[in-house]
């Protein structure tokens, strides 16, 4: 496995690598890893010849009173890590070279990063977008892989792919989650043991939300009712919003469909988590 810094000699494997027809795929990172980093490098390792990972804390897409520099950080271990998945590439770039002092063009998708996460976040998807596609031109991926657990990021970059025409094919991998539901974050290293059981309020008000619909319950806001009454029992657990929105373009629903997503984000102490469940 290969640890490159410098965007020039990213840009020449990727060169090399197009010249021999091999397939490209990019899973980007903030690095720390879990499983569900490690379904991505799976699921790449399946698809594509070279299997590049990028690891970059991004600091655009922190605000200034976020969590950006105790942001968990282990390099050696997702070095490890990333080695056993079969990763071909990390590519380790630094902060200066990323964002030169004279920095300043930036890429919004505008309106859909503006609601939900970007309402609570504002400048977060503008960071998220100009990292992404700042890698996918110095990389040039075929694929590039994301999780299903940031719903929004995911329908914000497929949609930045389609207006940008950026030729890459992008692929959403489920949320992968602990035994007891709970899904994979790097963020939930913040949580003490009694904020981790709480949260798994999230995890459970999707189940029972899943449940009503399920037995036919159409109605968004009997739904959410429900989970909202469910956070409110759980001491530790603040919601920040919940909603049941059209998996596209995160609008909110008042009839749950096929194309409908559960979407919940609640603060466990001073932790802010995210879940989402896919209606089927
Ligand atoms: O999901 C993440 O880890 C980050 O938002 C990403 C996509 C690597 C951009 O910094």
Redo the contacts with the bound molecule.
Sequence with gaps: MKIIKAIKNMRQLSKKAKTHNNIIGLV???GYLHEGHLSLIHRAKNDCDVVVM?I???PT?FAPEEDLKKYPRDFDMDRKLAESAGVDVIFYPDTKHIYTKDFSTFVSVENMDKIWEGKTRLAHFK??CT??GK?FNIIDPDVAY??QK?AQ?TAI?KRMVKDLNFNIKIVAMPTVREKDGLAMS?RNKYLSSEERKAALVLYRSLQEAEGMIKNREKRSDNVLKRIRSMVKKERLARLDYASIVNHKDFSSVSEISKTSLIIITCYIGKTRLIDNLVVV
């Design positions: 980007p990172t903030m990028s970059f804390v991004n897409q960071g998220v990292i992404v890698l994301f999780g940031d990021q970059i790097s």
